[in-house]
C-alpha cells in the first residue's frame, strides 16, 4: 500500500464544495491525506479553528485515508512533524497561481523534503471560494450548492446571524 502523506492546508473558513473535491481527488492519488486547518492570521474567522476541523471531519467521514488536523505554525514544522512529502493545493484561476506559487517556492526552501502538488478545481467549482460563501450566505442566499451537505444548516445559520450581529 502507499505509505505517502500528502498535507491538504487551508483555513477552510467555511469549506465547500470545491475544498472537498480537491480533498476526494488528492485521497485517490495519495495513500494518507492530513487535510490540516491552519491559522491565517490576515483573516477574521467565522469559525474556530476546532469547529472548521469538525465540518471537515463530518464532511470527509466517507474517505478512510483522510483525517483531519489543526496546527498553529508553519506548514513547513508540520510538514516534518507528519512527515508528510506533498503539500496539495487547489488552484481556481491564474490568480491563485501567483500567490500559491510563491507558498509553494517559500515552503521548499524551509522543507526541501516536501513537494507542492497543484491540482485544477473542477469546472463547477472555478468561481467558488469561503469569502463567496460568506457573502452569499451572509445576505440570505441560498448556499446548498456551495457547501457540503452534512454542514449546510449550521454555516448558513452562522452567516446569517453573524450578519444580524454586523447590523445590531
Given at each position: 500500500?502507499?505509505?505517502?502523506?500528502?498535507?491538504?492546508?487551508?483555513?477552510?473558513?467555511?469549506?465547500?464544495?470545491?475544498?472537498?473535491?480537491?480533498?476526494?481527488?488528492?485521497?485517490?492519488?495519495?495513500?494518507?491525506?492530513?487535510?490540516?486547518?491552519?491559522?491565517?492570521?490576515?483573516?477574521?474567522?467565522?469559525?474556530?479553528?476546532?469547529?472548521?476541523?469538525?465540518?471537515?471531519?463530518?464532511?470527509?467521514?466517507?474517505?478512510?485515508?483522510?483525517?483531519?488536523?489543526?496546527?498553529?505554525?508553519?506548514?513547513?514544522?508540520?510538514?516534518?512533524?507528519?512527515?508528510?512529502?506533498?503539500i496539495v493545493k487547489g488552484l481556481?484561476?491564474?490568480?491563485?497561481?501567483?500567490?500559491?506559487?510563491?507558498?509553494?517556492?517559500?515552503?521548499?526552501?524551509?522543507?526541501?523534503?516536501?513537494?507542492?502538488?497543484?491540482?485544477?478545481?473542477?469546472?463547477?467549482?472555478?468561481y467558488l471560494s469561503s469569502s463567496?460563501?460568506?457573502?452569499?450566505?451572509?445576505?440570505?442566499?441560498d448556499i446548498r450548492d456551495f457547501?457540503?451537505?452534512?454542514?449546510?444548516?449550521?454555516?448558513?445559520?452562522?452567516?446569517?446571524?453573524?450578519?444580524?450581529?454586523?447590523?445590531?
Amino acid at each position: 500500500m502507499d505509505k505517502t502523506i500528502a498535507v491538504c492546508p487551508g483555513s477552510f473558513d467555511p469549506v465547500t464544495c470545491g475544498h472537498i473535491d480537491i480533498i476526494k481527488r488528492a485521497a485517490k492519488m495519495f495513500g494518507q491525506v492530513i487535510v490540516v486547518v491552519m491559522t491565517n492570521t490576515a483573516k477574521r474567522p467565522l469559525f474556530s479553528g476546532e469547529k472548521r476541523a469538525d465540518m471537515l471531519r463530518r464532511s470527509l467521514c466517507d474517505l478512510p485515508n483522510v483525517q483531519v488536523d489543526c496546527y498553529d505554525g508553519l506548514l513547513a514544522d508540520y510538514m516534518r512533524k507528519v512527515q508528510g512529502t506533498a503539500i496539495v493545493k487547489g488552484l481556481r484561476a491564474v490568480s491563485d497561481f501567483e500567490y500559491e506559487f510563491q507558498m509553494a517556492l517559500t515552503n521548499k526552501k524551509l522543507c526541501p523534503e516536501a513537494e507542492t502538488v497543484f491540482l485544477t478545481a473542477d469546472a463547477q467549482n472555478m468561481y467558488l471560494s469561503s469569502s463567496i460563501v460568506k457573502s452569499v450566505g451572509s445576505m440570505g442566499g441560498d448556499i446548498r450548492d456551495f457547501v457540503p451537505p452534512p454542514v449546510y444548516e449550521e454555516i448558513q445559520e452562522r452567516l446569517v446571524n453573524s450578519r444580524k450581529e454586523d447590523i445590531l
